[in-house]
């Protein structure tokens, strides 16, 4: 977290010696639906964490209605597995995002969207609040553009850092500080 923004703090090893020139970007949006979504199209469901999630979810109910001492330890025990698993979850779809940015020579943009610029429509640029009817879906009032909110968001991502070279910069500048 820097400044309100979110950024993915990652360096590349890669096999040539001069670093290959970056002329496009994969736009990642930290989706409030999905774990995230990049300007690809490709969406990192975390269907799992979702799952084991309900599952630790519905068995701590269980324990808590036993409210017994050995049922309590047994919660707390549950509760770091299940946020380990949830960090690897994240650690992987991290390591994806990169190793696709990587071999296909790109720069990674990526940022949280928040207020006016998650409804910002990516073919047009309409900004309009009711370009936004639900968390998920995204339907551009102005040119009828309709998309999944998250892809919309991940393709003004790599817009906005493929025509303002500075957020890129600024990328750069966030990884040299963690
Ligand atoms: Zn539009």
């Avoid at 736009?27 to 409030?32: H, M, N, P």
């Avoid at 610029?117 to 639900?134: F, L, M, T, Y």
């Avoid at 003004?156 to 963690?178: F, G």
């Amino acid at each position: 977290m820097h400044r309100g923004k979110w950024f993915l703090a990652a360096t590349c090893n890669i096999d040539h010696p001069t670093p290959a020139a970056i002329d496009d970007f994969l736009g990642v949006d930290l989706g409030a639906v999905q774990i995230a979504a990049d300007s690809d199209g490709q969406e990192f469901s975390g269907s799992m964490v979702n799952n084991v999630r309900y599952r630790h979810r519905k068995l701590r109910q269980n324990l808590q209605a036993i409210q017994s001492k050995s049922a309590k330890r047994h919660l707390k025990n549950h509760a770091g597995k299940e946020f380990r698993f949830a960090q690897n979850i994240n650690h992987t779809t991290a390591k994806e995002i990169v190793e696709k940015a990587k071999r296909t020579r790109r720069g990674i943009a990526i940022e949280k969207l928040t207020g006016i610029r998650d409804v910002e429509c990516s073919p047009c640029g309409h900004i309009e609040k009711a370009n936004r009817p639900s968390q998920s879906k995204f339907r551009c009032q102005s040119c009828n553009y309709a998309a999944n909110a998250d892809f919309n968001a991940a393709q003004n991502l790599r817009s906005r850092a493929k025509d303002n070279r500075p957020i890129a910069a600024r990328v750069r500048a966030a990884s040299r500080l963690h």
